[in-house]
């Protein structure tokens, strides 16, 4: 019994923390612009198809993955700021459903693109040989490559929160979330905050695609399987909150995993439990508005 | 910027499009009654075969994206989950037909269970709203559509196949021709119905809930009160065009219940304009049409549909009946000012 | 309401395009047969689609070169997509018969089919399914198919289940702890409970850890592989996974069932349903896998299949045909001979001509069942690994072919 | 006249589709101190967003320290040197208040000189370490000032700063704006209800009446002319149309 619950607690944190990855930059791109932004889903498969495309399926050393990774966050980066630009920054002032839609177009148009220049054929990323296999630890068996995107999923949380708390930058960007117009009535560049948030939001997403692509088949498909959940994790940690979106990844993971090993017939419906549970107890989530607390 | 919104919920409340003010005003049902009725006979000759099907179908639809707007362009409430109400329509449909009700009866079954579902919903999300509420209504759809994999009865991927049209007063639906007639009827006095409704008090009373939750209630609007029962509306109305479509298309099956459905019907109200009578119709009948052509004449589809409604979006944001009133203003005054 | 003309304009041009784009596909001469293909043209299963028409339009190539059918006549294919929902594979099947081509084929999801074969039997077209192999869609079981004027070529889901159950209770009468991860469907329960059925009718003791069934559209199986690599119990030697799953379900759990070296803590892994284009998607790494499917390159050793074969790698750049594949060949091969029969593409005829209609086909003769109108395609048990170093990734170690049953 | 900070011709400005002023004329020279006066809603606050380019939209000129800015963004308004308190504040509030300072100093691109600010705001000092949604409103109101002033303004426009404040705190604001001009070498624009505090503390003031320049003229004068008070402020009232702030 002991044995199954420390399996469920290791595989649920496995399970959370590549969703934690995806979700981290919906989550800064929500709390700074209040997008909610079905396209990220599109900016994770190009993340994951340039990777592939870099490396040519095979990954040779470590040096090459960061390449890969850099290039694929970079490029992805890129487009989310031509997004914002193009698309974005004409709708923030409109409502919350034009903004949604104008994202679900833009996933339609990039999926449309992919299969256009990727085509159809499923294709596969090699595990770096150094990251492949598992080991026993109190035994229960633990894939390294989870280890490896649990590292790198708390790297992200501690970087981002940082980033956010303790730099001038992370300061402008709190500024600008909470009030656009006095931040620029201050002199703050509020477009450029919010291009630079776009963009990092992205390439966060494009770095996803690259770090879990190893797992995934990398096909067209691939788009809207994180949509869901990273909603899901946006909302559930309390809008715009990166440690309430870290919380509620390793919840929905804990969640999935716990349902998995003790109640099968759950295990699909365990994230709609979760979600519909905490915005009906409580609407605001977990760490609700910690981001940018509104006055209202 | 409040006084705009004013404007346009009177507008909104009084049926007047803010183009239009005309000397004389045609009655608002017989104008959607001149509309169906045009409709209805032109159709059989205009359209044959998969065409007539087609057009059945995006009829359908101009009732499912016209129960929609009644959250999204009058009451202000963004819902992803339409689609699960729609489909509750069509399985009450799909499990009825074992039995042979008459067509109509099983509309109203349907219409029955989706207000049902639609009201056991949003007495219970009530407290929250927004984008929280739109999330809530997503994770509703979904759980929904998952059921249908684990209930048997409702048949899995399969779904519920070979649900008879039966026959009204006597008369087979069988034929498309005579199914036409039938979906002309159905939806052209919900049509008229939805009119009525719009330019009712409760219309009003929905219109100044979305423009002002605050200033609502101060007026003695009950606004949770208003959101329920427009749900319950919306899924009433959504139920009879899942109902609808079932006995069309003779199955019932789980793809109408995944959340890219409800986004599908929004993005109709949205082509067409979400603040205008007509503009979820004809966002309806363009989406259908434009998905059937594209579908077959390009290798990507998503590529066009996701740009041309990006453009729209961008550039339209009333949608393309927000033309007509840009069209109007450009001829009628060419002075602009300076912004 | 005066300027109503500007959507109307648009609404008009928009159906005028659609039909003009759609017309195109009419029968023109008397020299060609067209048949319509509804298959997968976008989206997740694109590539399938592709698949089936690419393996028809190899049969009707090669129909064709050989002088065509009835009499010198050609046969042609035109091609609708089958979306992704029953709707607009009916939609794409009534366009079909509006526009008079009346001899339809393709189709991959049973799900599609169950929408498209009512409303088939109520046109005047006849419907030759690819790889709808669900059994209440044949007359698998009955021994007369529900539908008069639909035929199937695949083999049916539960006798490839079946067939792969018989041959690993031969191969492997030690592995008896079975873990099973299927897609959380009808079709992923029922292959896995005729897989076990199957076992144990053979004698084997099934013993079942764990069952897991996701949604067709998940792709992450962290928490499912986990629990399974967790609940392992027994010798290697007698632990065995059973994947109820196709396409990215199959190669997503491979790769994180991998990342926990789970296939080398089991005696075997066994997949009911096409799996040859997963282990080619793995870059050399696909484990050892059992497979049953309609179809593998390496299992026949006629000529007509190493012209199959040979055909296909010209239109496909050297890639081996799979199970789709062949499933659209068969298609091809199957209304050539039935029109070979008939003497004529008229449907009704076509549709008399293809009850029983037999003819050669790269697995021997094939027999199209009078009442049952499914094919006497027989299972083919492949035995697969990744191998780097061969052109597409996968080295095929041994095939068995389990004849067709009639059941 | 010395030489001119700002000088605003014929400003007229809309929202929406209403317009709010017609025709605004005002002129303030360096280190000039001047009232806006004017009843709820006569257009004071319309003045400030249409001088700093936010939400309505404008026409006519506005020349700062000789430099046409009324086609300017905000941002680059702020730039050049207008800074804005508004009557809300909008402190932000998961900022600490130095933090709100070190922002407002940045995007001046001015070295934050914290003591500076708390020569001229005293209980600035206590406050420093605070967070902005822990602050009382007067206490709002002095970091709201203070955070004008971080980034070295050539003009303040201050709104209703006297706003929902007890007498006491009236009193330590009117030191802290006496002091300013010369301490920072700015010229205000106050608007405010109150008049008195307005009189005080300026040379001049202008009367606005329903979006137009009603009255111009010297405070002493405005003072002693009760009619005119009377005229152009009668129904003056404390709730203002807070409302429009919040979009």
């Not at chain 3, 089958?82 to 999801?109: H, K, M």
Request: glycine letters at 10%.
């Amino acid at each position: 019994m002991f044995g199954q619950i420390f399996a469920a607690l290791v595989s649920g944190i496995a399970t959370g923390m590549p969703l934690f990855i995806v979700a981290s930059g919906l989550t800064l791109i929500y709390g700074v612009m209040r997008v909610l932004n079905f396209a990220h889903g599109a900016f994770f498969m190009i993340g994951a198809f340039l990777f592939y495309n870099v490396l040519g399926g095979v990954t040779g050393s470590i040096s090459l993955l960061i390449v890969g990774l850099l290039i694929a966050a970079l490029s992805v980066g890129a487009i989310g700021a031509v997004s914002e630009v193009a698309v974005f920054r004409r709708l923030y002032a409109r409502d919350h459903t034009t903004t949604l839609l104008a994202s679900y177009a833009l996933l339609l148009t990039l999926d449309g693109l992919v299969q256009q220049i990727w085509g159809v054929s499923p294709r596969s990323q090699t595990q770096l040989p150094a990251f492949a296999g598992s080991f026993q630890i109190l035994g229960v068996r633990v894939a390294t490559y989870d280890v490896v995107l649990i590292g790198v999923g708390a790297v992200l949380a501690i970087g981002l929160t940082l980033l956010l708390q303790r730099t001038s930058f992370g300061q402008t960007t709190r500024a600008v979330a909470h009030d656009q117009t006095m931040a620029r009535a201050l002199g703050l560049h509020a477009r450029g905050v919010q291009l630079a948030v776009f963009a990092l939001g992205a390439a966060l997403a494009g770095l996803a695609g690259g770090l879990i692509s190893p797992l995934l088949s990398i096909d067209p498909s691939l788009a809207p399987t994180f949509v869901v959940q990273s909603f899901a994790i946006v909302i559930v940690g309390g809008l715009g909150s990166m440690g309430g979106a870290l919380i509620a990844a390793l919840l929905i993971g804990l969640l999935d995993s716990f349902a998995v090993t003790f109640f099968p017939g759950f295990a699909g419906f365990s994230l709609y439990i979760a979600v519909t549970l905490v915005l009906l107890l409580r609407p605001q989530g977990i760490f609700g508005a910690a981001f940018a607390s509104r006055e209202a | 910027m409040t006084t705009q919104l004013e404007q346009r919920g009177q507008n909104l409340a009084t049926g007047k499009t803010t183009s239009a003010k005309a000397r004389w005003r045609i009655p608002a049902t017989l104008e959607v009654a001149a509309v169906w009725i045009v409709v209805g006979v032109i159709g059989p000759g205009l359209f044959t075969g998969s065409t007539l099907f087609l057009a059945t179908t995006a009829l359908i639809f101009v009732l499912f994206a016209m129960s929609t707007n009644v959250l999204l362009g009058w009451t202000g409430i963004t819902s992803f989950g339409q689609a699960a109400f729609f489909g509750a329509g069509a399985y009450t449909v799909g499990l009825l037909a074992p039995i042979a009700l008459p067509p109509l009866i099983q509309l109203f079954v349907g219409a029955a269970v989706g207000a049902i579902l639609a009201m056991i919903f949003s007495l219970v999300a009530n407290r929250v709203t927004g984008v929280e509420f739109a999330m809530l209504t997503l994770v509703f759809g979904e759980s929904i559509s998952l059921l249908l994999y684990r209930i048997p009865a409702l048949g899995g991927e399969s779904g519920l196949p070979g649900i008879p049209r039966g026959a009204i007063f006597g008369t087979s639906l069988f034929s498309d021709k005579t199914f036409w007639w039938y979906a002309i009827a159905i939806t052209g006095v919900l049509a008229i119905v939805i009119r009525r409704l719009r330019g009712s008090t409760f219309g009003a009373s929905l219109t100044a809930v979305r423009d002002n939750p605050l200033r609502a209630s101060a007026l003695g609007i009950n606004v949770k009160l208003s959101r329920i029962v427009a749900f319950t509306v919306a899924g009433l109305l959504a139920g009879v065009a899942g109902a609808l479509y079932a006995q069309l298309q003779g199955i019932a099956s789980p793809d109408i219940m995944s959340w890219t459905v409800s986004g599908e019907v929004i993005i109709m109200c949205l082509i067409g304009g979400m603040h205008t009578y007509w503009g979820p119709a004809i966002g309806a009948v363009i989406f259908t049409v434009a998905n059937w052509a594209l579908s077959n004449s390009t290798s990507s589809p998503e590529l066009y549909f996701g740009l041309g409604l990006l453009v729209i979006v961008l550039v339209l944001p009333e949608g393309l009946l927000g033309l007509v009133p840009m069209i109007s203003k450009r001829m009628t005054r060419r002075q602009k000012v300076l912004s | 309401m005066k300027k109503l003309w500007i959507p109307i304009t648009g609404v008009v041009l928009l159906t005028l395009s659609g039909c003009s784009a759609g017309s195109s596909t009419g029968s023109s001469a008397d020299s060609t047969i067209t048949i319509g293909m509804i298959a997968p043209t976008q989206g997740a299963y694109a590539e399938i689609g592709k698949n089936i028409t690419d393996g028809f339009q190899v049969a009707i190539d090669e129909v064709n070169a050989n002088g065509g059918v009835a009499g010198g006549k050609q046969l042609a294919m035109a091609t609708k997509d089958e979306g992704s929902s029953p709707q607009t594979a009916t939609q794409a099947a009534r366009d079909f018969t509006s526009n008079g081509v009346n001899l339809l084929g393709g189709l991959f999801s049973s799900a599609d089919c169950a929408g498209v074969d009512p409303v088939v039997e109520q046109s005047p077209a006849i419907l030759v399914t690819a790889s709808c192999a669900s059994d209440t869609l044949t007359g698998g079981i009955s021994g007369t198919s529900p539908f008069k004027r639909t035929f199937g070529v695949a083999v049916r889901d539960q006798a490839n289940a079946q067939a792969l159950a018989e041959v690993m209770a031969q191969k492997f009468p030690n592995v008896t702890n079975y873990d099973a991860f299927g897609f959380d469907y009808s079709w992923g329960h029922e292959t896995w409970q005729t897989y076990r059925d199957g076992l144990t009718a053979a004698d084997v003791a099934v013993q079942v850890n764990s069952e897991q069934f996701v949604p067709l559209s998940a792709s992450d199986f962290h928490s499912q592989v986990a629990a399974i690599s967790g609940g392992l119990t027994g010798p290697v030697a007698s632990r065995g996974i059973f994947l109820a799953t196709f396409g990215a379900g199959t190669s997503g759990f491979l790769k994180q069932a991998q990342a926990y070296d789970l296939p080398s803590q089991v005696a075997l892994i066994a997949n009911s349903g096409e799996y040859y284009n997963v282990a080619r998607s793995l870059n050399g790494q696909a484990p050892d896998v059992w497979n049953s499917y309609d179809y593998n390159w390496a299992a026949f050793n006629t000529t007509m299949n190493t012209q199959f074969v040979t055909d296909y790698g010209k239109i496909a750049n050297g890639a081996k045909p799979v199970g789709w594949t062949y499933q659209g060949y068969l298609i091809g091969l199957s209304y050539a001979a039935a029109i070979n029969k008939a003497g004529s593409g008229d449907p009704e005829a076509v549709r008399t001509a293809l009850e029983g209609v037999s003819f050669d086909a790269p697995s021997g003769s094939l027999t199209m069942g009078a009442a049952s109108h499914q094919l006497s395609v027989p299972s083919v048990i492949s035995h697969t690994v990744g191998d780097s170093t061969s052109s597409d990734g996968v080295k095929v170690i041994e095939t068995q072919v389990v004849p067709y049953s009639g059941k | 006249m010395t030489a001119k900070t700002l000088t605003v011709s014929h400003l007229e400005a809309w929202y929406g589709t209403a317009q709010a002023l017609f025709g605004i004329d005002i002129a303030v020279a360096e280190r000039e101190v001047v009232g806006l006066l004017g009843r709820n809603g006569a257009g004071k606050s319309t003045t400030f967003k249409a001088i700093m380019g936010i939400e309505a939209r404008r026409l006519g000129t506005i020349v700062f320290q000789d430099r046409e800015i009324s086609r300017l963004r905000t941002e680059t308004i702020a730039r050049s040197g207008v800074a804005w308190v508004p009557p809300d504040r909008r402190i932000f509030p998961a900022l600490s208040v130095r933090e709100n300072l070190a922002l407002a100093a940045r995007a001046r691109r001015q070295p934050l000189d914290v003591d500076r600010l708390v020569d001229a705001v005293p209980i600035l000092e206590r406050l420093l370490p605070r967070r902005g949604y822990q602050l009382s409103g007067g206490e709002k109101q002095a970091v709201a000032i203070a955070r004008a002033l971080a980034g070295k303004p050539r003009l303040l426009l201050l709104d209703e700063p006297t706003e929902g404040l007890s007498p006491l705190v009236v009193q330590q604001l009117h030191e802290s704006i006496l002091s300013l001009p010369a301490k920072f070498d700015v010229s205000i624009i106050l608007a405010e209800q109150n008049l008195q505090f307005v009189l005080s503390l300026t040379s001049r003031v202008y009367v606005l009446d329903t979006g137009r320049m009603a009255h111009e003229g010297s405070s002493t004068e405005f003072a002693n002319s009760t009619g005119l008070q009377h005229q152009l402020l009668s129904v003056a009232s404390t709730s203002d149309s807070r409302s429009h702030a919040d979009h």
